[in-house]
C-alpha cells in the first residue's frame, strides 16, 4: 500500500494552527527546538536518543500568511502490509513495525507517523482498510522499513457523531496510542509557552537492554516490615535548596542523589505520587479561577503506559526517561528500598463535556473506555469530569496490561490505586461486589508479588474502608486510623476505645477470612489535606492561593492549632505543637499494620494551611533542604529514631492479630467517656515488653507502671514531653519507678531489659 502524505506539522491540523497564529517551528541548526532544552543530557545513552525533529508549538512563534508555506511538493513513500491485531501498540515484527489500536465503534482508522531526518516531508497519514486492516475490533497494520526509533505516531479517528449514543469521534486530533510506551512532546515540566503543545506516541526498538546488574534483587520486604515513605519526585528535589545541579533538579536521578537522606530518615519503601505521562497544564489552557497553577501532583493521567517524561534530566525526552525511571529504581533497589506507584485508573486528563481535552481515549472509543450513561453524557464519580469504565473487558485488559508492564519493564515493587472504589463499579456505575477487575489484580501471576493498596473510596460516596473487595490481598488506605487518631492526639473525649482499636491494628476492620494487620496502610497524614506542622497549627483550610475562594480542600480536617491559628512566636505553643507532631509520629509507628508518612513531615514541612495544594509548583510542595539541615538534630532525629526503633522490634509488626497474650490494657473503665489517657503493655518474651502511655488531657497524670518481667527493669526510651536528645534515647534510660508522672499532651514508652 502506499502511503498519502501531508505537510502539516506533526500531527496539529492546519486549520488549528491557523486558528491560533502559529506553526511549528524547526531549529535551523538542526537541534532540539522544544522550549527550554539546553542539549545536555546526562549519560551518552540520553544524548543518542535526542531526536532532531522534535517541535515547539510556542505561542510566539512564526505567524501564518499563507498556507502554501507550509506545503511541500512532495513526501515519503512507505509499504505497509496488513499486519497483525495482537499484541495492542507498536511491536517490531520480522517484518516491520506493527500498529494494533482497538476501536469498537470507529468507522476510519489513519495512522500518522512523522520520521526522523524527513520532518521537511510533513507527516505521512496511512488510512487503514476496515477490510484487510481489521480484525474484530482491532486496527492494525505492519509498516515497513521504518526506523526502530524516534518515530512519532498517532491516529486519527472518526466515526458516528452523536454525543447522546455516547460517541466524541473527531478526526481533526490526532491521538496518542493507548498502548504507547513513551510519549514525546514537551520535554520541560512547567514551561508555560509550550502548553498547547501537542503530545504523541513514539518507540524504541534501538537501545539495548537495561543493565540491571548481576547482583541485582528486589527487596521483596514482607508486607508487615514495611515503613512507607509518600513523596512526589519533582517536589522532592526541585528546590534550589536540594544543593543539585539545575538540570537533576526535580528529576528521577534527582531522587538517587538523595537516597542516603532515605536511607538515615529509616524507611524502606517510597510510594510514588504519579509518575504516569500526566498533563501539568490542564487548568492553563482557558480563562478559569485556578488558571494560575501546575498539576504538580500529577493526577491528570494523559498514559498508561509511559513515565513521565518531564521527570527526565534536563529535558532529555522519553527514551532518557524511562531509562533514567529504571536507573532510580534500581538505586533504590540496592539501597533496600521498595518502589510503590500512586496509579490513576480511575479517570484521565481529559476532562468533561463542557471543557473536554481531547488526547487519546475520548477520540478512539468514549463509549468504551468512560462510563456514560444512557443519554451519553458522561458520568463522574472522580470528581474531574470523566471516569474510566474499568470493568469492561477491553479497559480491565488495558489496566493489567499496565500494571504487568510496570511490573516486567520498570521492575516497581507495588501499587496504590487512586479512588479505587471507582474500580469496583460497573459499566454502568453501579457499585459491583466482586468487581472483575480488583480480582483480576489480585489473582494475576505476573503481579503475585506486588503489593496492592486500595484508597477505598471516591467521589461519588462509595465508601469501603474494611470492606473493600479483596481475596485476601488487597490493603487498604485505613482513613478510620487516620479520622481516629486525630481526633484522641488532639484531645476530643470519647476517643480512647477507638485509638486502642486502631494502634492494635484495626481488627474490626481487617480481621476477616485470611486478612492479617497489614492489609491495613495506616496514616495520619498523606499528599491530600493538612501536613503534620499544619495540623497541629491550624484550625482552619488556607485555600485562597488556590483561586477558588476557599471553596475547594475540606472543611473536616480534624485539626488542632494549639492555641493561635497559624505561626507564633509564642515559645508554649511552640513546643506544644512539637509535642503533638511527636506524639502523631509515636503512635503511628507502634501501630500494628503499615504506617505511612508524608515527605516533609520529618522537618515539619508546612503549606501555610493549604489543605490541597496540588496546583503549586513552589516552595508550598518543594522539600526544603535548608529546613530539615535546621532540624536535623531535633524534629529529624526524633523521627528517625522512632522508626528505627520499629524496625528493630517486631512486637510492632506482628504477622496475625493481637490479643490478650500479645497485649495488657492498663484499663479498668473503657467507658469513661471523658478519659484521654491510655496506657498499655506489648509483650515480647525474648526482646522485652513495651509499655505506652499517651496523655491527651491538658495536665498531668501520674500513672502506676506495671511491674517489669523477672530479671528485667524498664528502661525509658520516649518522653515527648522531653527536648532533643532526650525525647528518645534508642538504648534506653535507667531509673524508672513505681509510678510516672506523664505530662499534657505527651506520650512515653518504656523497654524492659535485663
Given at each position: 500500500m502506499i502511503l498519502n502524505t501531508t505537510t502539516n506539522s506533526p500531527f496539529t491540523p492546519l486549520s488549528a494552527f491557523r486558528a491560533n497564529r502559529v506553526i511549528l517551528s524547526r531549529n535551523a541548526s538542526g537541534k532540539s527546538s522544544v522550549s527550554g532544552f539546553s542539549g545536555k543530557v546526562i549519560g551518552s545513552e540520553c544524548m543518542k536518543h535526542k531526536p532532531a525533529y522534535v517541535?515547539?508549538?510556542?505561542?510566539?512563534?512564526?505567524?501564518?500568511?499563507?498556507?502554501?508555506?507550509?506545503?511541500?511538493e512532495a513526501g515519503p513513500s512507505l509499504k505497509s502490509i496488513p499486519g497483525l491485531p495482537n499484541p495492542l501498540g507498536v511491536s517490531e515484527t520480522e517484518n516491520g513495525i506493527n500498529f494494533a489500536l482497538f476501536s469498537q465503534h470507529a468507522t476510519s482508522v489513519t495512522l500518522c507517523l512523522s520520521l526522523p531526518e524527513r520532518e521537511n516531508d510533513g507527516m505521512v497519514e496511512l488510512k487503514l482498510d476496515p477490510q484487510s486492516n481489521k480484525t474484530g475490533d482491532i486496527w492494525h497494520i505492519c509498516v515497513q522499513d521504518l526506523p526502530r526509533s524516534n518515530v512519532i505516531y498517532g491516529y486519527r479517528i472518526d466515526g458516528p457523531q452523536g454525543s447522546h449514543q455516547g460517541h466524541r469521534f473527531d478526526n481533526s486530533v490526532v491521538l496518542i496510542d493507548p498502548y504507547a510506551k513513551l510519549v514525546e512532546g514537551r520535554r520541560i515540566f512547567g514551561d508555560s509557552t509550550e502548553r498547547f503543545s501537542?503530545?504523541?506516541?513514539?518507540?524504541?526498538?534501538?537501545?539495548?537492554?537495561?543493565?540491571?546488574?548481576?547482583?541485582?534483587?528486589?527487596?521483596?520486604?514482607?508486607?508487615?516490615?514495611?515503613?512507607?515513605?509518600?513523596?512526589?519526585?519533582?517536589?522532592?528535589?526541585?528546590?534550589?535548596?536540594?544543593?543539585?545541579?539545575?538540570d537533576i533538579r526535580g528529576s528521577y536521578l534527582g531522587i538517587i542523589d538523595k537516597i542516603p537522606h532515605l536511607l538515615e530518615l529509616g524507611i524502606n519503601a517510597v510510594e510514588l505520587l504519579p509518575v504516569f505521562e500526566f498533563d501539568e497544564f490542564e487548568?492553563?489552557?482557558?480563562?478559569?479561577?485556578?488558571?494560575?497553577?501546575?498539576?504538580?501532583?500529577?493526577?491528570?493521567?494523559?498514559?498508561?503506559?509511559?513515565?513521565?517524561?518531564?521527570?527526565?534530566?534536563?529535558?532529555?525526552?522519553?527514551?532518557?526517561?524511562?531509562?533514567?525511571?529504571?536507573?532510580?529504581?534500581?538505586?533504590?533497589?540496592?539501597?533496600?528500598?521498595?518502589?510503590?506507584?500512586?496509579?490513576?485508573?480511575?479517570?484521565?486528563?481529559?476532562?468533561?463535556?463542557?471543557?473536554?481535552?481531547?488526547?487519546?481515549?475520548?477520540?478512539?472509543?468514549?463509549?468504551?473506555?468512560?462510563?456514560?450513561?444512557?443519554?451519553?453524557?458522561?458520568?463522574?464519580?472522580?470528581?474531574?469530569?470523566?471516569?474510566?469504565?474499568?470493568?469492561?473487558?477491553?479497559?480491565?485488559?488495558?489496566?493489567?496490561?499496565?500494571?504487568?508492564?510496570?511490573?516486567?519493564?520498570?521492575?516497581?515493587?507495588?501499587?496504590?490505586?487512586?479512588?479505587?472504589?471507582?474500580?469496583?463499579?460497573?459499566?454502568?456505575?453501579s457499585p459491583l461486589d466482586a468487581p472483575p477487575l480488583i480480582k483480576a489484580i489480585a489473582k494475576d501471576s505476573i503481579l503475585s508479588r506486588s503489593k496492592i493498596i486500595a484508597e477505598p473510596w471516591d467521589c461519588g460516596g462509595l465508601y469501603l474502608v474494611?470492606?473493600?473487595?479483596?481475596?485476601?490481598?488487597?490493603?487498604?488506605?485505613?482513613?478510620?486510623?487516620?479520622?481516629?487518631?486525630?481526633?484522641?492526639i488532639k484531645g476530643d473525649t470519647g476517643m480512647k476505645g477507638?485509638?486502642?482499636?486502631?494502634?492494635?491494628?484495626?481488627?474490626?476492620?481487617?480481621?476477616?477470612?485470611?486478612?492479617?494487620?497489614?492489609?491495613?496502610?495506616?496514616?495520619?497524614?498523606?499528599?491530600?489535606?493538612?501536613?503534620?506542622?499544619?495540623?497541629?497549627?491550624?484550625?482552619?483550610?488556607?485555600?485562597?492561593?488556590?483561586?477558588?475562594?476557599?471553596?475547594?480542600?475540606?472543611?473536616?480536617?480534624?485539626?488542632?492549632?494549639?492555641?493561635?491559628?497559624?505561626?507564633?512566636?509564642?515559645?508554649?505553643?511552640?513546643?506544644?505543637?512539637?509535642?503533638?507532631?511527636?506524639?502523631?509520629?509515636?503512635a503511628l509507628m507502634v501501630s500494628q499494620g503499615v504506617p505511612m508518612m508524608l515527605m516533609g513531615d520529618e522537618y515539619g514541612h508546612t503549606r501555610n494551611g493549604n489543605n490541597n495544594s496540588y496546583g503549586h509548583d513552589t516552595a508550598l510542595n518543594h522539600f526544603q533542604w535548608g529546613q530539615l539541615d535546621a532540624r536535623k538534630n531535633d524534629c529529624f532525629r526524633f523521627f528517625a529514631e522512632v522508626i528505627k526503633f520499629r524496625l528493630k522490634h517486631r512486637v510492632f509488626r506482628q504477622e496475625n492479630f493481637i490479643g490478650e497474650k500479645e497485649i495488657t490494657w492498663h484499663e479498668d473503665n473503657w467507658d469513661n467517656y471523658e478519659s484521654k489517657f491510655i496506657a498499655f503493655t506489648l509483650h515480647d518474651g525474648d526482646e522485652g515488653d513495651v509499655y505506652l502511655a499517651f496523655n491527651a488531657h491538658d495536665y498531668f497524670i501520674k500513672?502506676?507502671?506495671?511491674?517489669?518481667?523477672?530479671?528485667?527493669?524498664?528502661?525509658?526510651?520516649?518522653?515527648?514531653?522531653?527536648?532533643?536528645?532526650?525525647?528518645?534515647?534508642?538504648?534506653?534510660?535507667?531509673?524508672?519507678g513505681d509510678t510516672y508522672n506523664v505530662a499534657p499532651y505527651s506520650s512515653i514508652l518504656l523497654q524492659a531489659k535485663p
Open positions: 517541535h515547539s508549538q510556542r505561542a510566539e512563534e512564526i505567524v501564518i500568511e499563507d498556507e502554501v508555506a507550509v506545503m511541500s501537542k503530545l504523541h506516541g513514539t518507540y524504541d526498538f534501538s537501545s539495548s537492554p537495561f543493565d540491571w546488574g548481576e547482583n541485582y534483587a528486589q527487596p521483596n520486604i514482607p508486607e508487615k516490615d514495611l515503613v512507607v515513605y509518600e513523596m512526589n519526585v519533582r517536589a522532592f528535589t526541585a528546590d534550589k535548596s536540594s544543593g543539585l545541579e539545575e487548568f492553563q489552557r482557558r480563562p478559569n479561577p485556578r488558571d494560575h497553577m501546575i498539576n504538580t501532583w500529577g493526577y491528570s493521567t494523559i498514559n498508561f503506559f509511559a513515565p513521565m517524561t518531564r521527570y527526565a534530566s534536563a529535558g532529555g525526552g522519553p527514551i532518557c526517561a524511562s531509562q533514567e525511571f529504571k536507573e532510580m529504581v534500581k538505586a533504590l533497589h540496592l539501597a533496600g528500598i521498595e518502589v510503590i506507584l500512586d496509579v490513576v485508573y480511575n479517570h484521565t486528563n481529559e476532562a468533561d463535556d463542557k471543557n473536554p481535552y481531547t488526547t487519546s481515549f475520548r477520540g478512539i472509543d468514549n463509549k468504551t473506555y468512560y462510563m456514560v450513561d444512557g443519554n451519553g453524557q458522561l458520568l463522574n464519580f472522580s470528581g474531574c469530569g470523566n471516569t474510566l469504565n474499568c470493568n469492561h473487558p477491553v479497559v480491565m485488559e488495558l489496566i493489567l496490561d499496565s500494571l504487568r508492564h510496570w511490573v516486567t519493564e520498570y521492575h516497581v515493587d507495588g501499587f496504590r490505586f487512586d479512588l479505587a472504589s471507582v474500580l469496583c463499579r460497573g459499566t454502568d456505575g474494611g470492606k473493600f473487595p479483596n481475596w485476601d490481598r488487597w490493603a487498604e488506605w485505613n482513613g478510620i486510623y487516620r479520622d481516629d487518631l486525630r481526633r484522641f477507638g485509638f486502642a482499636t486502631r494502634v492494635a491494628g484495626s481488627a474490626d476492620l481487617y480481621n476477616v477470612n485470611k486478612r492479617k494487620p497489614y492489609h491495613g496502610v495506616n496514616f495520619v497524614i498523606a499528599h491530600d489535606g493538612f501536613t503534620l506542622y499544619d495540623l497541629v497549627s491550624y484550625n482552619y483550610k488556607h485555600n485562597d492561593a488556590n483561586g477558588e475562594g476557599g471553596n475547594d480542600g475540606s472543611n473536616d480536617n480534624l485539626s488542632w492549632n494549639c492555641g493561635h491559628e497559624g505561626e507564633t512566636s509564642n515559645v508554649n505553643i511552640k513546643a506544644l505543637r512539637f509535642r503533638q507532631m511527636k506524639n502523631f509520629h509515636l500513672v502506676s507502671i506495671p511491674s517489669p518481667p523477672q530479671q528485667r527493669r524498664w528502661f525509658r526510651v520516649v518522653d515527648t514531653n522531653l527536648e532533643s536528645p532526650n525525647d528518645i534515647v534508642p538504648e534506653g534510660v535507667v531509673g524508672i
